[in-house]
C-alpha cells in the first residue's frame, strides 16, 4: 500500500493504491509462517491421553525441572502394569513383619536404632526380580480359584506397594510402649488379645482420623 500527496494550490490530497492480490497473498503467507514460529502449540491434556500416549510423543509441559528426575522419573502411566499380585503382598508382609520387629526391638536400647525405609527400598527390587524368575508362570487352582504366582517381570509399581506398605509401618506403635509399662512398671500383665487389638485400634483411629479430616 502507498501513499501520495498532491499539492496544487488545492488542498492536500491523499491517493491510496490497494495492494494487488499477489502482494496480498505474500503478506499472508509470511504472517503465517511467523505466526507459525513464534505460537506454542499446548494442546489439552486429558487422563486417558496420559494413559494411551507413550513417552515418546508425549510433551508434557509439567516436566520435572530437575535434570536427574526427568530422565528418570516417567511422565507417563501404563494402565495395565500389573501392581497388587502375590509377589506384592507376600514380599510386603514379609518386609513390613522383619522391619516392624527389628525396630520395636530397637526401641527399647538406652541409645534406640532405627531401620530406614530406604534399606528394604533398596532389598525388595532383587528380591522381586528373583521371585519373578522362581516362581511359576502358569496359574495355580486352589478350591475354586486359579492364582497366578507369576504375571510377568517385576513391575516399577509392585516395587513403590512394597515401599509403601514398609513405609506405613517404619515407626513404632505407641500403644506397645503402654503394654509394655504396665508389665514392667505395675506388675499387670495385659493377655496377648487385648494387647494385640489395643494396639490394632490405635492404629486404626489415626488413620481413621487423617482419612475423614484430610482435604
Known amino acids: 500500500m502507498s501513499v501520495s500527496t498532491q499539492n496544487n494550490g488545492q488542498p492536500d490530497i491523499f491517493t491510496v ?6 502482494e496480498s497473498a505474500s503478506s499472508n503467507q509470511t504472517t503465517t509462517e511467523s505466526n507459525r514460529r513464534h505460537s ?3 494442546d489439552p ?24 528426575v526427568a530422565q528418570n522419573v516417567p511422565i507417563i502411566t501404563d494402565d495395565k502394569m ?5 509377589r506384592t503382598i507376600v514380599l510386603g508382609l514379609l518386609l513390613t513383619v ?17 531401620l530406614d525405609v530406604i534399606i528394604f527400598q533398596l532389598i525388595s527390587m532383587p528380591i522381586g526380580r528373583f521371585m519373578a524368575s522362581i516362581l511359576p508362570k502358569s496359574p495355580i487352582k486352589i478350591f475354586k480359584w486359579n492364582i497366578l ?9 509392585e516395587h513403590a506397594l512394597v515401599t509403601a506398605m514398609v513405609a ?3 515407626g513404632t506403635n505407641y500403644a506397645i510402649y503402654q503394654v509394655t509399662a504396665l508389665n514392667r512398671y505395675y506388675s499387670r500383665p495385659l493377655p ?5 487389638f489395643l494396639v490394632l485400634t490405635t492404629s486404626m483411629t489415626g488413620y481413621g482420623m487423617a482419612g475423614k479430616y484430610s482435604l
Open 82 to 86: 500389573q501392581y497388587l499380585t502375590f
Open 98 to 114: 522383619i522391619m516392624a520387629i527389628m525396630n520395636t526391638i530397637f526401641s527399647f536400647r538406652r541409645f534406640p536404632l532405627s
Open 168 to 170: 506405613v509401618n517404619a
Open 192 to 196: 496377648i488379645v487385648t494387647g494385640l
Open 17 to 22: 493504491s490497494l495492494p494487488s492480490e499477489k
Open 45 to 68: 491434556i486429558y487422563s486417558s491421553d496420559l494413559l494411551t500416549d507413550n513417552l515418546l510423543k508425549f510433551k508434557c509441559i509439567e516436566e520435572s525441572r530437575y535434570e536427574v
Open 149 to 157: 504366582l507369576n504375571p510377568g517381570p517385576f513391575t516399577i509399581k
Open 40 to 42: 506454542i502449540n499446548v
